[in-house]
C-alpha cells in the first residue's frame, strides 16, 4: 500500500546557479531511481516567485520541500549526498 | 535541518565613521563567510526579510564564469572567423575558427596574431592581395574611428588547392563608442561559386539566342519600332540587323503587301496583350517570300501596362510546304477514292451514309443529295435481305478489322447488282468504333458471264454427246430417252421432256423424259391444234409455229399460268421449247427446263437450236432408213464422222474457240504402210486395221465426236481447246508412242503400226476448218518428208516444241540420276535479327550446263506432271535435312517447301505429307508448305479443306506471292493459314512511293488482324528492312541476307553459328 503513495516535491531554486542546477538533477535521478512512477516535482524559481518563497518560509535555496506524503519536510542544499536525502526523506528504510 | 540565520541589520556609530565602515565591512565579509561555511557552499541565495533573494558571492562567481563560457562558446561555434581588435588596431582575441583557418593554412603564427597590430599587417602586404588588405585596413580605420557604421569587402583568398572568396566585415564592438572593433571574415566561395554559374549560364543562354535560328525580337508597342533582333534575322529575312537597328520601324517594310494590315493589327498594344501565335510572308530583297511563324509574349511595366512585345520567329517555309504536299497526297488519295471504279461508301453506327462516290451513284442511279444522311439498308438492300442490320451490329461489336461478303443492292430502277464487299471498321481518333467503310466490286456481270461460259461449255459438251449418240442410235426411242439423258445429265438442264404429235388428230404425248417424275409429266398436254385451252402453252407454239419458244422466267410467263405452281414446286424456273421437225414438218417438241431464271440467251439458243436440228436430222434418217444421207456423213466402215461432218463440227469448235479465246489444233493421221498390208493381207485385213485403229484413237481421244476418217489411210482429230502450251506437243508423244506399241491384231498376228501427224492450230494458221484442214495436210507432207513423227504447219511451232521434249526427256533423266538439289534460303526476324527458318528451293544442276534456274524448268515439270514426282522428292529432302539437323542438336528452325497447284490438287498429296510427318518424333513441327496466293484462290473451297488436312498433322501453311489479287483479300479472313509472304514486287515497290509503302503497310496490317505472321521477301537493301522493321514485318528473306545456298553451307554458315 504503501509502495502506491505518491511523493510531491516543490524545488525552490535560484535560476540556474550551480547548487540549484545539481539540486534538479540530483533531485530527478533520486526519483526516477527511487520512486519510478510515484513522484511529481514542483520547480520554483526564487527570482521570478519571491512572494512563494515568503510565502513558504524559504529563506535559502536551493530547498527541497517534500509535501506528501505528510509531515511536511525541508532539506536545504545541493542534495549530493544521496543517503543523507533519503533518510531525510523517509526512503532508506525501504532499501535492503 | 539546516537553517541559516537572517544577518542582523548594523548599527552605525556617529564617531570614528571610518573605523566603523570598516568594521562593518568586516562583519560582512565574515557575515558572508561564516553563511558560506555554515551551509557547506551548499546554498546558492539568502532571502532578507522581505523574502528578497541575494546571491552569495560563490554563486555570483560561479554565474559569471558559465556566461563568460557561454559566450565563448557562441563565438567559437560561428563558421565566421572573428578576431577583436583594440581601438588601435591590434588583436585582441580570436575565435576557435580563426584558429583552426589559420592551423590548416599553414598561418599559424605565436598565439595567432594575438597582440599583433592588424591594421600594420594589412599596411605591409605585398603582392597579389596587397590592394585589398590595403582596402581592408582602410574600411577598419573608418570604423575604429567612428567615420563609418561599418566596412564590408568581398576579397579572393585562393589557396593552391582551390579558388575561394571571403567576406570582410568591420563592427564597433560597442555602438555609439569608439573602443576597438569586431573583425568578422565569412568564407563565401559556395556563394561566389554559384554566382560565377548563374552568370555563365546567362552567358551561355545570350549565345544560345544568338546562335538559335529563330529570330528573338523585342518590339515597342507604342512606337511601332523594333528594338532588338537577334542575328538570325538577317538569315531568314536576308536583310541586316544593323539595317533593323538604324531604322526600327523598316521591318514592317519586309512583311508581305497582303499581310501588313494583319501584322499592325497583331502589333498593337491590346493584341498584344496576351500570347498570341501568327503566320504571315515577308519578303526577301531578292523578292524570294518566306512563310514566317511568330510567336509573341506581352512584357508590363510594374503598372500592368504592355510596354514591349518579346517573340521568337520562325521560318516554316519548308514545313508549309510539306504539310501542303501532304495535303496534296491526302487530296489524291480521296480522289481516287472518288474516282476509282469501286463503290465506297462510309456507314455512321446508325448505317446512315455518310459518304459515298461518285461510281455508286453512277451505278445506282442516284443523285448524292438522295443519299447522304439515308439509311443504307433501306435505300439498296433488298428487302428479303434483312438481318443485314444485325449483320453491321456484328461488324461493329467485332475484333476483326476486315470482313467481306457477296450481296445483291438495289439500283433506283429497282435492278440488283451483286457486289462483293470489303468492310473496316472506321474508329474516331480516340479508338471508338463510329462506323464502317465499305469498298465494293460490282461483280454482276463477271458473276453472269461465270455461269455463262460454264453453261455454255455445258451445251457444248450435250452437242458433242447428242452427236455421238446420233451416229450409234437405231430407233427413235432410244434417241428420245438417250437425248433427254445427256440434256440433264450433260447439260445440267434440271429436266429434258420430247413429246411427239401424231400427224393425222395434231394430238401429242410426251414419250420420253429425263430428271423429272411421272405426275409432273401428267402435266404436259401437247396439242399442235389452235383455239385449244392448251393451244397457247409454249411446247404447243413451237410446234404450231415451228420455232423455238423461250420462256425465261416461268414465275411470270402468263401461257403457262395453269401450270405454273405445279413448275415452281419442282424448281423450274425457265424452259425452252424447240420443234423437232422432219422435212419441214414439226413432228415432235423437245422442252429443255433449267433451275434458274434467264438462262437462255441467244448463244445458249443459237446452240441449243442446232442440237433440235440434230436430233431432227437424226429422227429422219432413223424414220426413213436413209442410209445414203447417213453414208453423207459418216464413214461407213468404222463410224466416225467423214470429211464433211468432221469439217462442220470443226467449224462449230472454231466458234466456241473464238468466244472462249483459246486455241484448237486439228491432227490429220498418216498411216505408215498401211498400204502394205491391204496389199499382203487382202482388203479385209485392211478393214479391220482401219477399224482397230477407229477404236484406238477413239480411246485416245476420248470422244468419238472429236474423230474422223478423212481418207483411204488417213485420219483427222480435232482436240477443241489447247489448254496450255506443251498440251498439244504431249498429246502427240503420247499418241505417236500409243500407237507404236499398240498391239493390231490381224488374223491371228500382231502387227505394230506406226503412224505420221500434221498439226495445224487455229487461229494462227487458219480461221475457217477447210483451210485448217489444208495446213494440216501440208504439215503432214512435210513430217513426211522430213522424216519427222510430226510436224507443225509452221515449222517454229515444230522446233519449240521439239526443244521443249528434249528439256522433258533431260528432267526425266534428271530425277532419275539425282541432279536435282534443295538449296536452303534463311529467313530472319527482322525485330531480333536471328535465324526463323528456310525456304527450301530446287535447283536443277545439270552436269552439262551447271545449274539451272528454276523459272526455266518448273513450268515444264507442272505441264508434265512431273511436278508431282520432283514436288515429293523435294518434300522428303527437305524433311530429311531438318531431321539431320535436329539429330545433331543444331537449332530446329522451321523449313518451308513449295507446293505446286498440282500437288494441292491431287489426292494423294495430304496422304504424302501424313507419310513424311508420321516419321518424325516430333511430327509436322518444324515443316512448313508454301503456297502460291493465285492457286489457293482457284479453288477456295478445296484448298481450305487441303489447307485444313495439312495444318492438322501440324505442318504449318504459308501463303506465297502474297498480294497478287484484290479479290483473294476477300477471302483471306477464311483460310486456314498461319503465314503470309508478301511477294517481292511490293517489297521493291515500297522504297519507291508512297503508294508502295502504305500498301506493304496495310498487308502487314491486315495479316496481323487476322493473327499470320509476315514474311517480306525479296528484301535486297537495309532501307527496306528498315522500312520493314518499322511496319512491324516479322521476318524478311532476301538476298540482304543471303542468297539461296546449298544445304552444306546453310547448315555451316546459319544453323551452327545462329545469325545474331
Known sequence: ?96 | MKRAKAPSGPTVPPAETSEVVFALIEALHATGKRLEELTAGEVDTVADRHGRPHLLRHAQEALRHTEAARQAAILNALPAHLALLDPHGRVLSVNDTWRRFADANGLRSPAYGVGLNYLEVCDRARGKGAEGAREAAEGIRAVLGGGAESFTAEYPCHSPEQERWFLLMVTPMIHEQPGGVVVVHVDVTAKRLADDRLRESEGRFRQIAENIRDVFFLHEAARERMLYVSPAYEEIWGRTCESLHARPKSWIDAVHRDDQAAIKRQFTEEVAAKPSTMEYRIVRPGGEVRWIEARTFPVRDDSGTVVRIAGLAKDITQLRQTTQELRESERRFSDLLRDVELVAVMLDREARITFCNSYLLRLTGWQQEDVLGRDWFDLFVPPELDGRKRFLATLLGDQARVACHENEILTRAGDRRLVRWNHTLLRSADGDRIGIASIGEDITEQKLAEVRIRRLTRVYAMLSGVNALIVRVRDREELFVEACRIAVEVGAFRMAWIGVVDPKTLDGRVVAWFGGDAEYVGLVRLTGREGTPESERPACRALRQAQAVICNDIATDLSLASIRKGLLEHGLRSAAYFPLTVTGRPEAVMALIAGETGVFDDEELRLLTELSCDISFAMDHIGKQERLDYLAYYDVLTGLANRTLFLERVGQYMRSAAIGRHSLALFLVDLERFRNVNESLGRAAGDALLRQVAELLTRLAGDVGLLARVGADQFAAVLPAVKAEGHVARLLEKAVTGFMEHPFRLEEAVFRISARAGVALFPEDGTDAETLLRRAEAALERAKKDGERYSFYTREMTDAVGEKLTLESRLREALEKGEFVLHYQPKVNLASGSLTGAEALIRWNDPGTGLVPPGRFIPVLEETGMIHEVGRWALHRANADTQRWRAAGLPAVRVSVNVSPLQLRSRSFIDEVRQVVDGNPDGGAGLELEITESLIMEDVRHSIASLQAIRALGVKVAIDDFGTGFSSLSYLSRLPVDTLKIDRAFVTDMTAGPEGLALVSTIISLAHSLKLTVVAEGVETEEQSRLLRLLGCNEMQGFLISKPVPAELFETRFLAQPAG
Open chain 1, 1 to 96: 500500500m504503501s509502495r502506491r503513495v505518491v511523493f510531491r516535491f516543490r524545488l525552490y531554486v535560484a535560476d540556474d546557479a550551480l547548487n540549484s542546477a545539481r539540486a534538479v538533477i540530483n533531485l530527478t535521478a533520486l526519483c526516477r531511481e527511487h520512486l519510478p512512477g510515484r513522484h511529481e516535482i514542483e520547480i520554483v524559481d526564487v527570482f521570478r516567485h519571491p512572494e512563494r518563497a515568503l510565502a513558504d518560509g524559504i529563506f535559502l535555496t536551493p530547498t527541497l520541500v517534500r509535501l506528501s506524503p505528510s509531515p511536511v519536510r525541508k532539506i536545504v542544499g545541493s542534495l549530493s549526498q544521496t543517503s543523507a536525502v533519503l533518510e531525510a526523506l523517509g526512503l532508506e528504510k525501504r532499501e535492503p
